[in-house]
Each structure stands twice: as structure tokens, then as C-alpha cells.
């Protein structure tokens, strides 16, 4: 029988405070952000320090929350923040786009190479080996809350989301019974939030981290990262469900997670060949 994925969204509660799993794992993953900044930035002729570390974070999940909601909101919900505009202030919901994100910490990594007198690629190649470790704490947030689930598959590793379920009135007390008694086994589906877990988190922020770890020429880290996440997601999305209010943009295959991850692996594709032929300095 699938496993059904049934977590109660709210961790814990002080009060009427609810604290949310979707917080903490960006939580989590900022603290990660901050570990691993500190450690390169100890390292020796790092040129940089763990105060700086400290400073950026404060810019860079400014940059992650903002832009990641406002990309949500102009990518994939605007109608409905149109009838509803509270709906951009619901983040414990979810929501979060990692391309408006990604250009969020961008426009931060701008602004603080402009603050610390840095080149801005000084900056983004030596950050953005610490973003992957996020990308996976909040993909298994979008798992724990049951969100952004996969297309339906009989693959054994299929599992069960109760709000992927088409009834109305939606009850899930009823659809848990109907679990139980296998009414639900072919709308198992597949459990995309891990793979993009896998993919974008934890293989990404290895095979950066290691690639980074060898001095590069200025851009190629950023332009590597790039492609990495690009390429990932456009693979996951052959898996995950598209946006009901969007479906597929193009015939059966091509998705609102593809198109916007195109232009990321064209402009990482630019920044390595022009990184190859050292026409931007090597740091």
C-alpha cells in the first residue's frame, strides 16, 4: 500500500503563535547558509570574514524572502492574489518561488558588493555554493506539508497527498478511510518535493562545493551553480505536477519550472565559456 503523507504543517505552538515546519526548514537552512559561509571564510587567504558572513545573511534572506514570494506571486498565483491581495503575506502556506528567490539574493549580492567596494561576481561565486543546503530544507518542508507533489505514478515509492485528492466537499477524514480500504492506490503519486530535494540540495551543493573548492576564474562558480539548478529542476518537472491553473505551457511536456529554468541554464552557459576564456579576472 502507498504511504500516505499525512504531517501536521505546525510544529509546535506557543500560545496562539503557530510555529510552521515550511519556517523552520528555511530556518534550518539559513543557519546552514551561515555555518558553511563561516568556514570558508576561516579558511586561510579566503579573503573574507565571518562578520561579513554574518552581514550578508541579513541582505541575502531578505533577498530569498521577498524575491521568493513576489516570484510566487507574479510566476505562478497572480489571479488569485488579485481577488485576495492577503494572500501575499500567507508565507506559513507556502508559496515561494525559488527563481524570484534566486534573483532576490542577486539583487542582495549587488548591493553588497557595492556596499563592501567587491566585485559582483567576487561576491556570487563565493556565496552561491551555500545556497543548495536551503533548496533542500525547504523542499522537505513542501514534503512535510504535503505541497507540490508529483504526477500520478505506480512506481513502488509512490505515495499518497491527500490535497492532490479531487472530492468536494474535501474532507480528510473521508479520505483517509477511503485510504484504508485501497481506494486511493491509483492516485498514488510521486514524491517530487524529495527529489528535488536530492537533486537541487544535496547532489547540486556537492558537486558545486567541490568545483568551488579549486580557485576558478571569476563568474565560473555562478555560471556553474546555474546550470546545476537549471538542469535539475527541468528534469524534476518531468515528474512533478504541474500548476493546476497553469497545466502544461506547451503541449504535454513544457511547464512554468522549465520555462523560467531556460534562461538560467542559457546565462550559466555564457559565464563558463566566457570564464574559460579569461576574459574576466581570476580571483
Not at 480500504?181 to 540540495?201: F, I, K, T, V
Request: proline share 6%.
Amino acid at each position: 500500500m502507498p504511504y500516505y503523507v499525512n504531517f501536521d504543517p505546525v510544529a509546535f505552538s506557543l500560545g496562539p503563535l503557530k510555529i510552521h515546519w515550511y519556517g523552520i526548514m528555511y530556518l534550518v537552512g539559513f543557519i546552514c547558509f551561515w555555518l558553511l559561509g563561516s568556514y570558508r571564510a576561516g579558511r586561510p587567504n579566503s579573503g573574507w570574514k565571518k562578520e561579513e558572513v554574518s552581514d550578508f545573511l541579513f541582505y541575502g534572506a531578505l533577498g530569498v524572502i521577498l524575491g521568493g514570494r513576489l516570484g510566487y506571486i507574479l510566476f505562478y498565483d497572480f489571479a488569485n492574489v488579485i481577488d485576495d491581495p492577503l494572500r501575499i503575506l500567507q508565507i506559513w502556506k507556502g508559496g515561494m518561488s525559488f527563481h524570484g528567490g534566486f534573483l532576490g539574493v542577486l539583487v542582495a549580492m549587488l548591493w553588497f558588493a557595492r556596499k563592501t567596494g567587491r566585485r559582483f561576481f567576487q561576491v556570487s561565486d563565493f556565496f552561491i555554493p551555500m545556497i543548495a543546503p536551503g533548496l533542500f530544507f525547504g523542499r522537505v518542508g513542501n514534503f512535510i506539508g504535503g505541497e507540490l507533489w508529483g504526477r500520478v505514478s505506480d512506481a513502488p515509492w509512490a505515495m499518497i497527498f491527500p490535497r492532490s485528492i479531487d472530492v468536494r466537499p474535501w474532507n480528510p477524514e473521508v479520505i483517509y478511510q477511503q485510504y484504508l480500504a485501497g481506494q486511493l492506490n491509483d492516485q498514488a503519486r510521486h514524491p517530487s518535493q524529495l527529489y528535488e530535494a536530492l537533486l537541487e540540495g544535496l547532489l547540486l551543493f556537492v558537486i558545486v562545493w567541490v568545483y568551488s573548492s579549486k580557485p576558478r576564474p571569476a563568474m565560473a562558480v555562478t555560471g556553474f551553480f546555474m546550470i546545476g539548478y537549471g538542469a535539475f529542476r527541468s528534469l524534476v518537472e518531468h515528474y512533478r505536477e504541474p500548476d493546476a491553473d497553469k497545466g502544461f505551457l506547451l503541449g504535454d511536456w513544457l511547464t512554468m519550472g522549465q520555462l523560467l529554468s531556460f534562461p538560467l541554464i542559457a546565462a550559466g552557459l555564457v559565464m563558463m565559456i566566457l570564464a574559460s576564456r579569461k576574459r574576466v579576472a581570476v580571483d
